[in-house]
């Protein structure tokens, strides 16, 4: 299974060199911070599963905090009897996130095509931060424990920080050419696993004052992250005047056309031999591609399913990696938490590498096909990891390297190289959709995922819980 449309065969390095401004790099900070923090809020959640247990069963109340009354209501955080209940509880809100997050991303694809893309990415952060505050912090100084509420806060949490990846996404692809974007979207793509680095680096370190301390910290940073994206992102090269990708180079950058901005164009007199999807009649408004056009162009469901199985294992190390550590060897919370890091790490690398070897290749799918095939070696071997968090460590960054890269790729480039295919030419907004479309369903997959991880390590032990993800 390949991309379509063939890459062009002219040296990464060149057109990146020729369109490289401080706007690019601006661009390119601001973007990979925005996601960052998202991450990084999902990550305090699963980075704190232990203590959020603790207090949710018998015999855990917070002593610190001035009793209110009725005692039923404010005080009583018994919403289990036992950690195995908690623990499938919380296995049940990481599903109710992935499932809303995934049905957000389906809508904001869409979305993202048809208004400003800041203003969607920055809504989207400043009320995800509001909401992570009211589940992990305000409950708790309330001592208010309610299994609907945080479902529900859950659900519209999911919603909002769908709006964050397409965005992220297409606003990259309107400011870097299909030169090098496997190394530059390799390199980028990495903002989820540095997010999780965030997450679990600000956690550990305010953890001992209470776990709603943690979730006020990322929630606060993610904030004024949104504020900052508000009032600093530019979507497009036009918004400061700077030509169309392509534009300058019609005879030695054929490629570089190929990520002309989603945003309205009033430039319709390029060269036909350029690799674009800007519309040629005489609408200069923006086309948004549908739904249905979106699945129907090649290598689109494909894809999607693939990611489907492979961001069903990567988010389950996402979500559960801490929680097993601390439960299976007994290390300290905020050990485990800062050993989880090397995951990310290898994903960070391999992201790198990996894109980096595609663009060389010129071509995406064999690179991940013999990636996966290492990671299942991988996987095999550190569901036998012994107690000894050195070991566990290196076998965790290249079990991270194997399944974070092809996962960073299929989210990031390879989701830009479909949007941007011929066959869509003539529409100028497609790529946030098909980013939205692909992402969507690998959610889909990840959703189901979390509560079978759950469900298996409740009944046949965390060996099992490997097997599922050898067999995915």
């Not at 809508?107 to 589940?135: H, Q």
Request: aromatic share 14%.
């Amino acid at each position: 299974m390949a991309v379509p449309g063939s890459l062009r065969r002219q040296p990464a390095s060149r057109g990146l060199v020729s369109h490289c401004t401080h706007h690019h790099i601006v661009v390119f900070l601001l973007t990979f911070f925005s996601y960052s923090l998202l991450h990084a809020s999902r990550k305090t959640f699963s980075n704190i599963k232990v203590s959020i247990s603790s207090q949710w069963t018998p015999y855990s109340l917070n002593s610190t905090a001035p009793e209110l009354r009725p005692y039923e209501l404010w005080n009583s955080s018994h919403l289990f009897p036992n950690a195995e209940e908690a623990t499938l509880f919380l296995g049940t809100l990481d599903s109710i996130f992935l499932f809303s997050y995934a049905v957000g991303l389906f809508v904001s694809g869409i979305v993202g095509d048809r208004l400003n893309l800041r203003w969607v990415l920055s809504f989207g952060m400043c009320s995800s931060a509001l909401v992570v505050f009211s589940f992990g912090t305000l409950t708790e100084w309330l001592h208010f424990y309610n299994k609907w509420f945080y479902c529900c806060l859950w659900v519209v949490n999911g919603l909002l920080q769908s709006t964050g990846w397409p965005c992220v996404v297409a606003v990259m692809g309107n400011w870097f050419g299909k030169a090098g974007r496997g190394f530059v979207f390799g390199l980028w793509s990495a903002c989820a696993s540095v997010g999780n680095i965030l997450g679990a680096f600000l956690a550990s370190c305010v953890l001992k004052y209470g776990y709603e301390y943690a979730f006020l910290v990322t929630a606060s940073v993610q904030f004024a992250g949104g504020v900052i994206v508000f009032f600093g992102l530019l979507t497009s090269p036009k918004e400061v005047g700077l030509p169309e990708l392509g534009a300058d180079e019609d005879e030695v950058s054929v490629e570089e056309d190929a990520n002309r901005p989603l945003m309205g164009s009033d430039d319709v007199d390029d060269d036909d031999r350029n690799y674009s999807i800007q519309a040629t009649d005489n609408d200069n408004q923006p086309k948004a591609i549908g739904f249905f056009q979106a699945c129907c162009l090649p290598g689109v469901v494909l894809y999607s399913l693939a990611y489907a199985c492979l961001k069903l294992v990567n988010y389950s190390f996402f979500f559960w990696l801490p929680f097993y550590l601390s439960s299976n060897f007994g290390w300290k919370e905020a050990e485990a938490d800062q050993l989880s890091i090397w995951y990310d790490v290898g994903g960070i690398i391999g992201g790198t590498i990996q894109g980096l070897i595609s663009d060389v290749l010129q071509k995406r799918a064999p690179v991940l096909a013999v990636s996966l095939l290492f990671a299942v070696g991988s996987l095999f071997g550190y569901s036998r990891s012994p107690n000894n968090k050195r070991v566990n460590a290196v076998i965790m960054t290249i079990t991270g390297f194997f399944i974070g890269g092809p996962s960073n790729m299929i989210s990031s480039a390879i989701s830009a190289d479909l949007g941007r295919q011929d066959l869509v030419k003539g529409s100028s907004e497609a790529l946030a959709t098909v980013t939205g479309i692909v992402d969507g369903t690998g959610s889909i997959g990840a959703a189901v995922g979390q509560y079978l991880v759950s469900l298996i390590q409740e009944n046949l032990k965390w060996v099992w819980v490997f097997y599922f993800f050898i067999l995915m």
